[in-house]
């Protein structure tokens, strides 16, 4: 029940495509849904970020779809870039808690 | 503004042997947290600390431990090192309990275990 479940585990994608990256989860009581991107070397940094009462959230480039009854939700990429190349990861959280439930990340490549 | 600092980098250890690895959260920032990233097991919570106390725990072994002093840094031991503690440790801070309110990691301690 505190799993998150992540797919793709790899995407290809080429430059300005819409790559689309889907989450599922179990809890019920999970109210916030962020996604990280990391880099080689790097710590996993917050991208965008969505609660429960929201279906969808855009920032920049970054949409992100949340579909309440069927507890799934999905990352968006629009116009990818090259530098979008990273491995991304969904997450979730309950309540005032910093532990986070990660999925198994989905590693994005993005050619020109 | 620093961000999350996490001491040393790169750690290279014996089989059997005890580890500390360091993090200093963002100044202003009372939460700290403790990950451990392997690609067999992707990023596992290890335990959580806030005002020096421990608020959660993950499923790792007694071997796992931690602390957070008065200033918000926090330490993580683990003892009796096994091969499979071979992973990045990363920890995170958020100025309170919390991860939608300034929930960031640091670049994480490189762990190989030989």
């Known amino acids: 029940q505190q799993q998150v479940k992540q797919s793709p585990q790899s995407l290809i994608v080429q430059k300005g495509g819409i790559p689309i990256i889907n989450c599922a989860y179990e809890n019920t009581a999970f109210d916030y849904f962020p996604w990280y991107q990391q880099f080689p070397g790097k710590g996993p940094a917050l991208l965008i970020a969505i609660r429960p009462d929201v279906s969808e959230k855009k920032e920049g480039r970054f949409t992100i779809s949340f579909n309440k009854s069927a507890k799934q939700f999905s990352l968006h990429i629009m116009d990818s870039q090259p530098g979008d190349s990273a491995t991304y990861f969904c997450a979730a959280s309950i309540g005032n808690t910093d532990k986070l439930i990660f999925g198994t990340g989905t590693r994005l490549q993005v050619f020109p | 503004k620093a961000g999350v600092t996490q001491t040393p980098r790169y750690l290279i250890k014996t089989r059997g042997q005890q580890v500390t690895l360091s993090c200093s959260p963002i100044s202003g920032h009372r939460s700290v947290s403790w990950y451990q990233q392997t690609p067999g097991q992707g990023l596992q919570f290890l335990f959580e600390?806030?005002?020096?106390?421990?608020?959660n725990k993950g499923n790792f072994p007694g071997r796992f431990s931690g602390r957070q002093f008065s200033n918000s840094r926090s330490e993580m031991n683990v003892s009796t090192l096994e091969l499979g503690d071979s992973a990045l440790y990363l920890c995170?801070?958020?100025?309170?309990?919390?991860?939608?309110?300034?929930?960031?990691f640091g670049s994480g301690t490189r762990l190989t275990v030989v």
């Open positions: 600390y806030f005002s020096e106390t421990q608020r």
């Open positions: 995170a801070s958020s100025p309170t309990l919390g991860t939608g309110y300034g929930y960031t």
